[in-house]
């Protein structure tokens, strides 16, 4: 993996692509995975635009939760800003035979981990303020303030930043040097970590917060409650049921590249190098069109912010008016 040249990018492993794979099936992959990118790119950046819109321009939607929810769609955003644009000119470069292709690879493996990272990091602090709401619904104002929500959101940001610049550092020093090799394993360890960090969190919350609202489910189906304390449990068990399905998605996009990325590290052999860059496409395709799920979760699960998108999109008259909801 020590090779110079200029087409291959040994801190990128089996992802990184080569001109010997310039085959007609790996053309005509490319060009659906193009297709793929560009269309879903449009609806994933404008879609979760429009949920960062809703939360920043509606008092009633700026909650806690509703913030983060918001944070999570800038993550997406930027999939369709960045990551895809960025895909999908690697892809053509690929096509037409350009290169090098070393620096469009590093730079998209750049983004795509930092956005990564981040998106993780959003979804860890959606289940911790979760975790908060229905544990400790009497103690949530004082725990969940703005001040810490800031904090935390800055803390998310910084680690994908660290991600990147670890990246950018591993990729200008001489791929034979000591310093390369330590570097590789202080990477390795230190993105090991913050993922596995971030998934216990997220695990641990996230069950928490689903037998709770069992737990809760039952005393609403065998107690009489008063309105409000009946209201309040019916929201956190709708809004525990909304982060199982973001969750559920999420799981989903990331299994097929996560199970490639392990078969191949275990396996070098396991099929040719360019079929394995061409699975690695559609599987790193499927994490991006994941992003466009997200919005329509989130309109799906909650009413207001439904209410807010046809208020933006002036659909409310055209709604009324026709008998909907």
Request: a positive charge; glycine letters at 4%.
């Amino acid at each position: 993996m020590a090779n110079k040249s200029s087409d291959v990018c040994p801190h990128l492993a089996f992802s990184a692509w080569q001109p010997r794979y310039s085959q007609e099936t790996a053309s005509n992959n490319l060009v659906a995975v193009i297709c793929v990118n560009i269309t879903s790119a449009v609806i994933c950046m404008v879609l979760n635009a429009l949920v960062v819109i809703m939360v920043v321009t509606k008092q009633q939607l700026r909650t806690m939760y509703n913030i983060l929810l918001a944070c999570l769609a800038v993550t997406d955003f930027l999939v369709g800003l960045l990551v895809q644009p960025l895909s999908v000119a690697a892809d053509f470069k690929r096509i037409f035979g350009l290169g090098p292709f070393c620096m469009f690879d590093t730079v998209l493996g750049m983004v795509g981990i930092g956005v990564c990272l981040a998106s993780v990091g959003y979804l860890m602090l959606i289940s911790v303020e979760r975790y908060i709401s229905i544990k400790f619904p009497l103690r949530y104002d004082d725990i969940v303030t703005e001040k810490r929500l800031l904090a935390c959101v800055v803390m998310v940001w910084l680690v994908s930043a660290v991600g990147i610049i670890a990246m950018i550092l591993l990729a200008s020093i001489n791929t034979e040097s000591y310093l390369y090799s330590i570097l590789l394993v202080a990477y390795a360890l230190m993105f090991l970590v913050v993922i596995v960090v971030y998934i216990v969190t997220i695990a641990f919350s996230h069950t928490a917060v689903f037998l709770e609202a069992k737990k809760q489910k039952r005393r609403l189906q065998t107690e009489q409650l008063p309105d409000e304390e009946a209201k309040r449990l019916k929201k956190n068990h709708k809004a525990a049921k909304t982060l199982t399905i973001i969750l559920t998605a999420l799981f989903f996009s990331y299994l097929p590249v996560t199970v490639l990325f392990g078969s191949a590290t275990f396996s070098d052999d396991l099929v040719e190098p360019h079929v394995l860059y061409i699975l690695f496409a559609w599987c790193y395709t499927s994490v991006c069109v994941c992003s466009i799920f997200n919005p329509l979760i989130y309109c799906w699960r909650m009413k207001k912010l439904r209410g807010a998108l046809f208020d933006i999109l002036h659909l409310r008259r055209a709604q009324i008016s026709t008998g909907m909801e």
